[in-house]
């Protein structure tokens, strides 16, 4: 667990999982389809409702003072979680500030290389729970984790956590995304089982 609680949802019953959830000794790597392959010239497009688009690559993320390492608990919906395990990134709210968001901006909706997408209200993305990383135990990614670059967010099921991280849009009406049009909770939150929209 990491020692910053996450925003929206602190482990109110201050138990290690969330209901529901059993502990797997191995993090199960869990996609629509095949990995994608990683784009040699691939950069982070933050785009839509900001002042000004940017675009950042690997060594540019790396190299921002606001990179660290945190350990972090995931909840797949499906109902295994794996704790504890140690990402290195930055916080998105780290990009958005760089961009100057557009007040009319209002969701953050996540592309990945494999046309994959989950959105969040811009307010739990100004918080200091959803992360983009580039290392999982000290190494790069694996890419069947999503590696090179993939978001990570303990305070809500993992597929609001898109692998192979490609865009970053700003926009004013929330747009579901690829599980939650399967049927899957928009708000996500495992410690309030939010696992299915009503
Ligand atoms: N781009 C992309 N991101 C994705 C998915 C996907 O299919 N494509 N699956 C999601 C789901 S349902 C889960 S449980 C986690 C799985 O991450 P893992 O394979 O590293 O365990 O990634 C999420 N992010
Ligand atoms: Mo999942």
Redesign the pocket.
């Known amino acids: 667990m990491s020692s910053e609680n996450p925003d929206p949802s602190p482990n109110p019953s201050r138990e290690k999982l969330p209901p529901g959830q059993r502990e797997v000794d191995e ?7 095949e990995v ?1 392959e990683w784009p040699p010239d691939w950069t982070l497009k933050v785009y839509g409702s900001v002042e000004e688009e940017k675009s950042f690559d690997l060594s540019r993320l790396k190299a921002m003072p606001e990179s660290s390492k945190r350990k972090l608990d ?1 909840h ?3 109902g ?1 979680s ?1 704790t504890d395990l140690e990402w290195t990134g930055i916080k998105v709210r780290d990009l958005l500030e760089r961009v100057e968001v557009k007040e009319e901006a209002k969701y953050v909706i ?1 592309h ?7 959105d969040l209200p811009i307010e739990t993305c100004k918080g200091k729970d959803v992360s983009i990383v580039w290392e ?1 135990e000290g190494v790069e ?2 890419p ?3 590696g090179k670059v ?2 990570v967010i303990e305070s809500k ?9 490609s865009g970053i849009e700003l926009i004013e009406e929330h747009e579901k995304g ?2 939650e049009k399967k049927g ?1 909770s928009d708000s996500a939150d495992p410690w309030k089982e939010e696992r299915y929209s009503d």
């Open positions: 993090l199960p790597a869990v996609s629509k389809g994608p995931f797949c919906v499906e295994w794996k996540f990945a290389l494999d046309g994959y997408t989950t999982l990614i694996p069947r984790h999503g993939r978001v099921y993992a597929y609001k956590g898109a692998k192979w991280l690829y599980w899957y």
